[in-house]
T-cell receptor
Framework: AQSVTQLGSHVSVSEGALVLLRCNYS??????LFWYVQYPNQGLQLLLK??????LVKGINGFEAEFKKSETSFHLTKPSAHMSDAAEYFC????????????FGTGTSLTVIP | EAGVTQSPTHLIKTRGQQVTLRCSPI?????VYWYQQALGLGLQFLLW???????NRGNFPPRFSGRQFPNYSSELNVNALELEDSALYLC??????????FGPGTRLTVT
């Protein structure tokens, strides 16, 4: 079975500071990994994904994530936080063996302090 | 390009009633997924439809059901509503399975 753990349900950073949102997964097969962002009263927007190839993945809005198989992690980072980054972030894992089913973490709420 | 649309935006139902939620995928997308986002529980996978067929189902009781129409739009039906069914119901569509595009959701409140 697959699962995702997001450490820290709430993270606060100062504007301009590094953003680090943690995601660990468990999967019996090579995973496909995703980060989504959800702004208030909106659906989820794909930030970035890892399927195969380069383990450092760049996404939209300056975010990136690195797939570390040995640590079963897929942490999301951004060098400099902006006020507009305040949102809920979800990590997800999937593979074809699960019938296209995505397993989501419980989310991390990011607050950016001016 | 129009995104995934869902209707209604909000609705309030009474326990025991039935509800139907609707989703229109992005043009050209053949797969539709339904998720429940309940407070404190994150997103839980409900159903996956592709080419009109139910392909996979999450760990939900049979009173959660749905269908996909020939134009790939989809309905989610919930019978015998319970208080714990109160949640944001998200629909997503995809052409390639690994890239799901989400709609804004339908907020269901059961009283």
């Amino acid at each position: 079975a697959q699962s995702v753990t997001q450490l820290g349900s709430h993270v606060s950073v100062s504007e301009g500071a590094l953003v680090l949102l943690r995601c660990n997964y468990s999967s019996s097969v090579p995973p496909y990994l995703f980060w989504y962002v959800q702004y208030p009263n909106q659906g989820l927007q794909l930030l970035l994904k890892y399927t195969t190839g380069a383990t450092l993945v760049k996404g939209i809005n300056g975010f990136e994530a690195e797939f570390k198989k040995s640590e079963t992690s897929f942490h999301l980072t951004k060098p400099s936080a902006h006020m507009s980054d305040a949102a809920e972030y979800f990590c997800a894992v999937s593979d074809r063996d699960t019938g296209n089913q995505f397993y989501f973490g419980t989310g991390t709420s990011l607050t950016v302090i001016p | 390009e129009a995104g995934v649309t869902q209707s209604p935006t909000h609705l309030i139902k009474t326990r025991g009633q039935q509800v139907t939620l609707r989703c229109s995928p992005i043009s050209g997308h053949t797969s539709v997924y339904w998720y429940q986002q309940a407070l404190g529980l994150g997103l839980q996978f409900l159903l996956w439809y592709d080419e009109g067929e139910e392909r996979n189902r999450g760990n939900f009781p049979p009173r959660f059901s749905g269908r996909q129409f020939p134009n790939y739009s989809s309905e989610l039906n919930v019978n015998a509503l319970e208080l714990e069914d109160s949640a944001l119901y998200l629909c997503a569509s995809s052409l390639e399975w690994y890239e799901q595009y989400f709609g804004p959701g339908t907020r269901l409140t059961v009283t």
